[in-house]
């Protein structure tokens, strides 16, 4: 079954209650039921259609959260084409590799970001989204054969493993049918309630959890496009909200802004996923807002794999593992840390046009994570990552792209990478006699031109006559993409 399949099952069985209250930037909002829900979704369709976009077209989208957002992506996986959510901060190195890899039919992005793909529209379809309206852009004369991909697949999603460049992970309708379930089974929500969603839709985790979840479960979903904390404690009371779901990063920004007279009675549970949460930092929290906290762990090929229950959630942990995952504990050391390897009929099983790395990831039925954990009273720990990835702020950091990055600048001839402490940090070796001050913010400007600005490090001081060190520091302005 499709996942829109059960998407339109749960909408003509809607209650009264909106599907989507979208919060614009001017501070107003706006309200859509579930049968406008599905004439947008419709009036996308045939869009869509209209405009040359058939079933296995690859459609690459740049798209902020919106209901336009899930309307175009249920619309694409409705009419059997393979859309591509994309990172809205991906620059020229990341967006070489995806639209070389993947070869889109169509491009369908926000009028602003037009300019930054414009080297990859050639012979494509693009569709441009301009005030909440939908327009053809460019259309091709000579059609595309479509892309030999199964009707399984629903979509492609790019991830890292530490390679130095994204992968495709193929992401099929079963895996997001599985994954709202479980998390359903975790979170256990009610019809009507409401669900605060601050995460860009176009991860895996606010994709399962922000997109399916509530639509799946008859919940009204409240779309932020900030998560500034002072706009969230208003948001809280004035749309009634009973469970937000983020990073704990966004959980330990609201702790240290709260503010005692601001009424949180509604909150009962924070879902909490794509970063590590200290037991000090659960306890504060769940303390302090008197609320459920519910940390998890998934990743893009398959999400999620563990995740704590209502009720059950025990401190520290990313919870026991979901039904139905085959899991184990692989050359695990004396203190039981070793990779943590899943199976499951209905994870991805590949990458896209990426065979070396399928073979290597995916072993006999087994997917190997690429993460440390051991298992302790049937809940999950989470170690560390084996992989040469990291995570900031909720954001994937493959460290050998960054180091790739870094020696395209000139003169930079070598770069050593590193992440501890929430910190990225890298040590350049640079064959220059020009002043460094100067030099730091050529650096930094060229970098934020070629990658996502969160891989950028910044600047902190210098090592010695050759070799100089940056480093991504810690502070309190919280950014996303």
């Not at 590193?418 to 940090?425: M, R, Y």
Request: charged share 25%; proline share 5%; aromatic share 12%.
């Amino acid at each position: 079954m499709k996942i829109t399949d059960k998407v339109f099952q749960s909408l003509y069985t809607w209650g009264d209650h909106p599907a989507y209250i979208e919060l614009l930037p001017d501070n107003s909002c706006v309200y859509t039921s579930a049968g406008q829900l599905k004439e947008r979704i419709n009036e996308s369709r045939n869009f869509l259609k209209k405009s040359g976009i058939e079933k296995n077209y690859i459609v690459a989208f740049f798209l902020g959260n919106s209901v336009d957002f899930v309307s175009i992506f249920l619309a694409l996986m409705d009419i059997g084409a393979k859309p591509i959510p994309m990172n809205l901060a991906y620059r020229k190195i990341e967006l070489d590799e995806i639209f070389s890899n993947s070869g889109p039919h169509a491009v369908i992005t926000e009028e602003p970001f037009l300019p930054l793909i414009m080297p990859y529209i050639e012979r494509k379809i693009v569709i441009i989204r301009s005030n909440g309206k939908l327009t053809l852009h460019q259309s091709v004369k000579n059609k595309q054969a479509p892309a030999e991909i199964d009707d399984s697949i629903a979509s492609i999603n790019y991830t890292y493993r530490g390679y130095g460049y994204p992968l495709g992970a193929m992401v099929p309708h079963s895996q997001y049918l599985m994954g709202a379930e479980v998390l359903e089974k975790g979170l256990k929500p009610k019809p009507g309630e409401n669900m605060l969603a601050v995460l860009p839709l176009y991860y895996i985790f606010p994709m399962i959890g922000c997109l399916f979840v509530p639509l799946l479960n008859q919940m009204t979903s409240i779309l932020s496009q900030t998560v500034n904390p002072l706009k969230l404690f208003k948001y809280i009371p004035q749309y009634k909200i009973n469970i937000i779901t983020a990073i704990p990063e966004i959980y330990e920004l609201l702790f240290n802004c709260r503010d005692q007279s601001t009424d949180l009675s509604s909150l009962k549970s924070f879902v909490s996923g794509g970063s590590t949460l200290t037991k000090e930092n659960y306890h504060a929290i769940k303390e302090a807002f008197n609320v459920e906290l519910l940390h998890g762990y998934g990743l893009t090929e398959f999400a999620p794999v563990s995740r704590n229950i209502r009720g059950q959630a025990k401190a520290g942990t990313i919870g026991p593992f979901c039904d139905g995952i085959e899991y184990k504990i692989s050359s695990a050391d004396i203190k039981g840390h070793g990779e943590i390897l899943i199976k499951n009929p209905n994870m991805a099983k590949s990458y896209y046009r990426r065979n070396k790395e399928t073979q290597e990831a995916f072993k006999d039925g087994w997917f190997k994570t690429g993460d440390i954990g051991r298992m302790e009273d049937d809940h999950l720990f989470f170690i560390k990552e084996k992989k040469n990835t990291r995570k900031l702020k909720g954001n994937m950091i493959d460290l050998e792209e960054v180091k790739k990055a870094i020696l395209l600048y000139p003169n930079i001839t070598d770069a050593i990478i590193d992440f501890k402490e929430n910190t990225l940090s890298a040590g350049i070796k640079i064959d220059t006699h020009k002043d460094m001050k100067d030099e730091y913010i050529k650096i930094k400007k060229f970098l934020s031109e070629i990658i996502a600005i969160y891989k950028v490090p910044k600047l902190t001081m210098s090592a010695n006559d050759s070799w100089h060190l940056f480093c991504f520091l810690k502070g309190t302005e919280m950014q996303f993409f």
